[in-house]
């Protein structure tokens, strides 16, 4: 029996990609599969992300090992040695026991082998099919053979076979027989799959057909991802953001919010939970992009409850944002054409504007359910429902499906590759090979003269190949490579990366050359010539040079540190003894739980004590109470920590060290018995009954403002349910809530519909005016104002509950650890969506509380995804850093600094023992940050000698 | 008026299909951004279903709010949490003291529960109006034969009457009995309650709307005919 996936992943957006990295790092081998033509999911149409604006897909590329990775932007495809891409798929049915699933796949024909295609468009210019391009949102059109993401490599057509004639014009007019039109949808079973991880994520809403957005009548309303496109430089409109009516430049834009989500006659009673962030960035970049400053987003809560959201708020609004609530409730056209809106302004005042574009902040489709087969035994679902999430809220829950799939590697004994680089150091002999691409590079560059400069000045010899990306080709290239006994080659074709992963296992020194570029750049044969020498020259002078790259390695501490024995580091350790990996708790106090006292869900607080016995009882975790960590130093791999425990001080040497010290309620005090914490109340209610009549409660208390400016998370779901249980207790209990904006995300809107449905009275304050609070005898009086009725209130109340929210541990971490902190306090990974758990510091991760608010089970799910990322290297044997590292020239470093400070990856240290400064192979990324900083030229990036560089510059300069 | 459970707004007015009671009002604004009079003399329908989930009803009583409302329904058609509107303008109106009600609609609501049009014309006059608008169209070439049917049984449209056809705009009349000669379509009008304008509707009154609508029933049922049709 073939058993050669550990593991099926089931959609190939961001989840997909990042749980069949977590395995494929492990040497795990995944089958990764899309019903969609290409990979990528949604986010292959997105280029900027919150909270930099830029997009960083990349940082989810693996840093240890990278060359496994054989890329550099994860946009253009994925590509690992250990991910074999199945397109076109979807899963039929899933049989058998973990260890031993039998799944048939459903699989769509693409039309087009790619092994084969070229990518020369002829097919595309005699298709007679002209369609809308869903990729750009409707706004641009395509033919029925396309390209379905622009930026992908390769770039391979495939046919959309919905709107495909059959006419056969591209079949008889591809020049390498690469298209087959004939194929239906075929059944494929394959046997022997350790599990199934299903990340098929979720649809977006559709508006049209709602007659209130008018989308079929007014060309200048679009969704939010339309919206993106037009921003975008492989967009429509190829970057020039222009509305779709009449080519306007766009200026002013109307983010219509909460479109099919928080509907309850639509049947969407959830919060979609990304929008007001995604409206919040599209505004951001907007007003950047075309120095405009009067666009406006109109919603009801604007749910920014992400750690950083708040203050990125505030950025927006400083661009000159409006935010109005008002929720919208139809699109009109105004006299001159222009999309035109009323709304409710700030004093019950109706107003009509008109904008140059509608942009509708679509959520998460209505009623869609997980295929029946998720109830299978080994097939774990990413989400609970198909779902809409923030993109660290997915990698967290990636790698929480990940850990699991890979216990059944682990368990059912799969096979794992790792890498196995062996670096050839005999003396340089290279040789250059030309793929002609079909006629493409016969026709446009002079390849005669090429070969012929290149053997008379430099004594080199080139072979020009048909296709080198065919199964042909890529043979003959192979035997020329045998027959010359070639050691560093040179190829030129259209594209690289397909290359650079079918010779990563090669111990050639490759350099690859995009002829399409200088094809597409350049406007005559001449000239493209010309250009293409150069670059060929300028690669042999590095490929000469080039020094091999001994590969270090070292052996790993097989043991993890965890600091911290609250619910995410319970979680860490409990995974990573799972995986073999032994475990060091240190925990402050003397019990294990941390935050547990204050949880008031039955099945949390169950599951947590379930985790508190377990990891008590593992043989495999030590745990040390009333104890902190006091001083740390060492590598990825090769940590050693000081821990001190009742005035003893012990070392501990693990190969990693999870943060888990989490933190807990911001700090309250008021004397009065009258005056209760939400967290507090939460407990209260668990055991009896609340007495009070009119009970009041205050949101945002001392949060969301300075210098506490970030939401909690997760007060108000708690709020949410401490007034349905009083109002279970006693129906005609007043209560009154004061809100800035209910961050009731995903599916805690439910309890926010549930609440107002047992009459729960919600007022909302501005962040300027808390609502007064007077003390009486009998109670208190709060006094506010009322937007809706526009007047001053006074409520009576007879207990008054604060929401005080969430603050991280000061346990100066930050300082020990050499790790970023927040201005809040919370310590920072090294990318907010793309690696959430992962610090600056290679081998150290951060979870739960101490990094971020989260409820408990997210904690938990945080703390099992930083395990998953500390098993990369805790699995390894040795660790191997990439060939391309910084060094330093001891003789020459001044010991500045400069270089420490300004690694962007915390690789480089000071030596304790002899104050030189040094380079972490295992973290250098091989950036070059440190060598443009340093003022002496002490710093040398491996690759990139000064000499080689300089012949290289020189050539190109011709 | 006090707020005893059985009397509210909110208790007392009809639901839609999703169980929309007013409390499930987010105030999220788009009844207020889209009703067409947001703004006049105060109105918001946004403030009005909050004040009925606050339970001040008698306010609302008071004031002109309920009787600003056009009852178009554009707000409710948007709603996200489906809160009949409408029904509760209706309801708040349906408490107002009937010497309070604005107009002459609750007079015509009188009228017609005592002499069955909302006028008051005596049914004398009715019946020379509609025998002397059959005579008229009777006239015109081709429609020789028409004789306007009272009372008639086993028609296929019982056709009530907007008392303004029958006052002061006879002529549409005319132009519809011309169309339902020409289409061969077999109709009859009832010689007494024949009001087609159900007020009831508009001033909040139940009761009054049931009696008039069970006229009509009772007309369908005794003249045994399949189709009603009200004529504007």
């Not at chain 1, 973290?923 to 560089?949: D, L, M």
């Amino acid at each position: 029996m073939d058993r050669k996936f550990s593991t099926l992943v089931a959609g190939a957006g961001i989840s997909g990609v990042r749980a069949a990295l977590d395995l494929a790092e492990l040497g795990y081998r995944v089958l990764l599969i899309d019903k969609k033509a290409s990979a990528g999911g949604i986010l292959s149409q997105l280029d900027y992300q919150f909270p930099n604006d830029h997009c960083g897909m990349c940082r989810t590329l693996p840093m240890i090992d990278r060359n496994n990775g054989a890329q550099f932007c994860l946009r253009k495809g994925i590509f690992h040695k250990n991910i074999t891409f199945m397109p076109g798929c979807e899963i039929e049915t899933v049989k058998g026991t973990p260890g031993n699933l039998s799944i048939s796949l459903k699989r769509s024909p693409l039309g087009v082998d790619p092994e084969k295609c070229t990518g020369c468009l002829s097919c595309e210019s005699v298709c007679p099919v002209t369609v809308k391009e869903d990729f750009n949102g409707n706004l641009s059109q395509r033919k029925a053979i396309y390209l379905p993401v622009p930026h992908n490599i390769p770039n391979k057509r495939v046919i959309d076979f919905e709107s495909c004639t059959k006419c056969g014009e591209c079949v008889s007019e591809c020049p390498t027989n690469a298209i087959d039109i004939t194929k239906d949808v075929g059944i494929e079973t394959i046997d022997g799959i350790g599990s199934v991880i299903l990340a098929t994520g979720t649809e977006l809403y559709n508006p049209d057909g709602v007659d209130l957005y008018n989308t079929s009548k007014i060309k200048d309303v679009v969704t939010a991802t339309a919206f993106e496109r037009i921003m975008s430089s492989s967009g429509p409109y190829k970057g020039k953001i222009q509305r779709p009516s009449d080519g306007k430049e766009i200026k002013k834009v109307a983010f219509i919010q909460c479109v099919g989500s928080r509907n309850l006659m639509i049947g969407a009673d959830y919060c979609s939970s990304v929008c007001c962030m995604f409206a919040l960035k599209e505004a951001a970049l907007l007003a950047e992009k075309t120095k405009s400053s009067d666009s406006a987003i109109f919603c009801m809560d604007l749910r920014t409850f992400s750690r950083d959201g708040e203050r990125y708020k505030e950025r927006v609004k400083e661009k000159g944002v409006r935010f109005i609530r008002s929720r919208i409730h139809s699109v009109e056209k105004d006299d001159s054409g222009n999309p035109s809106i009323s709304y409710v302004d700030a004093d019950g005042k109706q107003k009509s504007e008109s904008f140059d574009l509608v942009v509708l902040s679509t959520g998460k489709s209505q009623n869609l359910t997980h295929p029946s087969f998720i109830e299978n035994e080994g097939v774990f679902g990413i989400s609970e429902t198909p779902d809409f999430k923030e993109i660290s809220d997915s990698m967290i829950n990636s790698s929480f499906a990940s850990s699991k799939a890979i216990q059944i590697a682990k368990e059912y004994d799969y096979e794992t590759k790792k890498s196995s680089t062996q670096i050839n150091d005999d003396d340089p002999k290279l040789h250059i090979i030309l793929c002609s691409c079909g006629n493409l590079f016969k026709e446009n560059v002079d390849l005669t003269k090429i070969t012929e400069d290149i053997s008379r000045i430099y004594g080199i010899g080139i072979t020009t190949i048909d296709q080198a990306c065919s199964l042909e080709g890529w043979s003959e290239l192979k035997s020329i490579i045998d027959e010359k006994g070639v050691n560093r080659l040179i190829i030129g074709a259209c594209n690289p990366q397909i290359f650079s992963t079918k010779l990563s296992d090669n111990s050639l020194l490759t350099e690859i050359i995009t002829l399409a570029e200088h094809i597409s750049d350049t406007e005559s044969v001449d000239e493209a010539t010309k250009s293409i020498l150069s670059e060929i020259a300028s690669s042999i002078g590095r490929l000469k040079k080039y020094t091999p790259q001994k590969v270090r390695s070292m052996n790993i501490s097989k043991r993890a540190l965890v600091l911290g024995g609250g619910i995410s580091g319970l979680s860490s350790a409990k995974t990573l003894s799972d995986s073999g990996v032994p475990v060091t708790i240190v925990e402050k106090s003397d019990k294990l739980g941390g935050n547990l006292p204050f949880i008031s869900d039955e099945t949390v607080i169950k599951s947590i004590k379930n985790l508190i016995e377990k990891v008590s009882s593992d043989s495999n975790i030590d745990i040390l109470f009333n104890s902190e960590l006091s001083s740390h130093k060492g590598v990825p791999g090769k940590f050693e920590s000081v821990i001190s425990k009742e005035n003893t001080e012990l070392i501990v040497q693990t190969g990693s060290i999870i943060v888990a010290t989490g933190g807990g309620k911001a700090s309250f005090d008021d004397e009065n018995e009258r005056v209760k914490t939400t967290f507090d109340l939460s407990i209260e209610l668990m055991e009896k009954k609340v007495d009070a009549k009119n009970i009041v409660m205050m949101q945002c208390k001392d949060s969301r403002v300075e210098p506490f400016n970030y939401c909690s998370r997760i007060c108000c779901g708690k709020a949410l349910d401490n007034a349905i249980k009083i109002k279970e207790q006693n129906p005609d209990a007043k209560i009154t809530m004061f809100y800035r904006d209910i961050m009731a995300y995903g599916d805690i809107e439910k309890k926010y519909t549930e609440a107002r449905r047992r009459g729960v009275i919600f007022k909302r304050f501005e962040k300027e005016k808390y609502p007064e609070v007077i003390s009486n005898d009998n109670g208190f009086t709060i006094k506010a104002f009322d937007f809706i009725l526009n007047e001053d209130i006074e409520i009576k109340a007879d207990l008054l509950v604060y929401s005080t929210g969430v603050a991280p541990q000061v346990d100066n971490l930050e300082k020990t650890l050499k790790l970023k902190t927040t201005v809040d306090g919370f310590i920072k990974e090294v990318d907010f969506k793309f690696r959430p758990v992962d610090t600056g510091k290679e081998g150290i991760f951060i979870c739960g509380l101490r990094r971020n608010p989260a409820n408990a089970s997210e904690a938990e799910k945080e703390g099992v995804s930083a395990a998953q990322r500390a098993l990369r290297l805790l699995n390894s044997e040795i660790l191997i850093s990439s060939g391309q590292v910084a060094h330093v020239r001891h003789s020459i470093c001044s010991r500045c600094n400069a270089c420490v400070t300004a690694c962007p990856y915390t690789a480089r240290f000071v030596s304790v023992e002899d104050r030189k400064v040094y380079v972490d192979d295992i973290s250098c990324q091989g950036c070059g940050t440190c060598a443009s900083v340093c003022p002496n030229n002490a710093t040398i990036i491996e690759g990139f000698e000064e000499k080689g560089i300089l012949d290289s510059i020189e050539a190109a300069l011709g | 008026m006090e707020n005893s459970k059985d009397k509210t707004v909110k208790d007392l007015a009809p639901l839609r299909d999703i169980k929309s009671s007013p409390e499930l009002c987010m105030s999220c604004g788009t009844c207020s951004a889209g009703c067409p009079i947001t703004g006049q003399d105060g109105f918001d329908p946004r403030k009005i279903v909050g004040m009925v989930i606050e339970g001040r009803d008698q306010e609302l009583v008071e004031s002109n709010l309920p009787w600003l409302c056009t009852m178009c329904a554009k707000c409710e058609h948007a709603c996200p949490m489906g809160i009949n509107i409408t029904g509760i303008v209706r309801t708040i109106r349906g408490l107002v003291d009937r010497d309070k009600v604005p107009g002459m609609i609750h007079k015509g609501v009188e009228l017609c529960l005592e002499t069955g049009n909302n006028i008051g014309l005596p049914s004398e006059d009715f019946d020379f109006i509609i025998e002397d608008v059959g005579e008229e169209v009777a006239e015109e070439e081709g429609y020789e034969e028409f004789a306007a049917p009272i009372d008639k049984e086993n028609a296929n449209i019982l056709h009530t009457l907007h008392n303004k056809l029958v006052n002061t705009q006879n002529e549409d009349l005319v132009h519809w009995w011309k169309i339902f000669h020409a289409a061969d379509e077999s109709f009859t009008i009832p010689s007494e309650n024949w009001e087609g304008v159900n007020w009831g509707l508009f001033s909040g009154d139940d009761e009054s709307m049931k009696t008039v609508v069970g006229r009509i029933v009772e007309h369908m049922e005794k003249l045994k005919v399949k189709n009603l049709m009200y004529p504007e």
